[in-house]
């Protein structure tokens, strides 16, 4: 768990009203602590509504916030295998294909140095490489 992660529960273990050890994190009012609120109820009556407000109007669940996660991690340079167990994927292969999504800015910069290889101005270091691929 992150520092920042662990210094975000701890203040709301301090804000919350169900604070015992034996509570849950985010517990439901309706049960005094002893329960979980119900995932869908927080999607429904939390992050829906948050959502928009936001002017998402995507269809949002639970997976998106894993689609998510993966996509971010890949996009910010954690390896497969890295991201795999993170993810908790029995195989990569799940993690790649059904997951981690190219986000926009990487495709861009993908799409960028295809065109200057084609046309023969990519850069190789300080040197710009010709079509023939001499240094020019």
């Known amino acids: 768990m992150s520092d920042g992660l662990a210094a975000a529960l701890t203040s709301w273990r301090k804000q919350t009203e169900y604070a015992k050890p034996s509570d849950w994190v985010f517990a439901s009012p309706l049960s005094f602590g002893n329960s979980p609120y119900w995932p869908d109820m927080l999607l429904r009556r939390h992050i829906l509504p948050a959502a928009k407000r936001l002017g998402i109007r995507k269809r949002i669940g639970w997976h ?5 996660a993966a996509s971010l991690l890949m996009s910010s ?11 908790r994927h029995a195989t990569a292969g799940i993690t790649l294909e059904l997951y981690a999504q190219a986000v926009t800015e990487d495709k861009r910069e993908a799409q960028n140095t295809l065109s200057a290889l084609i046309t023969g101005t990519a850069m190789r270091g300080a040197e710009m490489i010709s079509q023939a691929g001499v240094a020019a």
């Open 64 to 68: 998106t916030f894993r689609r998510t």
């Open 77 to 87: 340079g954690s390896s497969v295998k890295t991201t795999q167990e993170l993810m």
